[in-house]
């Protein structure tokens, strides 16, 4: 069954300083992985995401995340932090394959805290 | 251009009633996604249409949940006899076929008292 686990429920940086969200996987065949963004009483933003390639992939607002394969983890990072990328994160994925049919499976979500 | 787009925003209802949310993909996207957000969780996918069909109905919990999309855009998904425990935001997402990201719309909140 695929399955993805955001082990921190929050995470809490100061201003300018590099930031990590850590995601870990679980799917059959090849992943394609995607990180959201939710703001209050909005809807989830697309970061970025990862089908095939380069595993380092770079996304909205600074933001990248580097696939690793042997640890299957798909962790965002941002070099340095800003007090409006304070929100909720979620990492997700589907399965690969003709018979996939594109839902996406999602972590139960990370709190980001950056303070000044 | 716009984003999807979906109707109500709240909407609050006795238990027992029936209740139906609407959404509004981006324009020219086949593929249109429902998930369920409960407080504090990750979105959980109900169901997911190409064109008019339903392609994929595994996440429905039971019965009493269902979906239509019967000219390939306009989507409204059906609750039948509400629960409080129906009580999450609902979401919908698009795709167009030839990318893989979803775009989600803001989310009808749906309280069931």
């Known amino acids: 069954a695929q399955s993805v686990a955001q082990p921190e429920d929050q995470v809490n940086v100061a201003e300018g300083n590099p930031l990590t969200v850590k995601c870990t996987y679980s799917?059959?065949?090849?992943?394609?992985l995607f990180w959201y963004v939710q703001y209050p009483n909005r809807g989830l933003q697309f970061l970025l995401k990862?089908?095939?390639?380069?595993?380092l992939v770079k996304g909205s607002y600074g933001f990248e995340a580097e696939f690793n394969k042997s640890q299957t983890s798909f962790h965002l990072k941002k070099p340095s932090a800003l007090v409006s990328d304070s929100a909720l994160y979620f990492c997700?994925?589907?399965?690969?394959?003709?018979?996939?049919?594109?839902?996406?499976?999602f972590g139960q979500g990370t709190t980001l805290q950056v303070k000044p | 251009g716009a984003g999807v787009s979906q109707t109500p925003s709240n909407k609050v209802t006795e238990k027992g009633k029936y209740v139906e949310l609407r959404c509004d993909p981006i324009s020219g996207h086949t593929a249109l996604y429902w998930y369920r957000q409960s407080l504090g969780q990750g979105p959980e996918f109900l169901i997911y249409f190409q064109g008019t069909g339903a392609a994929d109905d595994s996440g429905l919990p039971n019965d009493r949940f269902f979906a239509v999309r019967p000219e390939g855009s306009v989507s409204t998904l059906k609750i039948q006899r509400t629960e409080r425990g129906d009580s999450a935001v609902y979401l919908c997402?698009?795709?167009?076929?030839?990318?893989?990201?979803?775009?989600f719309g803001p989310g009808t909140r749906l309280t069931v008292t």
């Open positions: 997700a994925v589907r399965g690969g394959g003709s018979s996939n049919t594109g839902k996406l499976i």
């Open positions: 997402a698009s795709s167009s076929i030839q990318g893989s990201e979803q775009y």
């Open positions: 799917v059959s065949g090849n992943p394609y």
């Open positions: 990862y089908i095939t390639g380069d595993n």
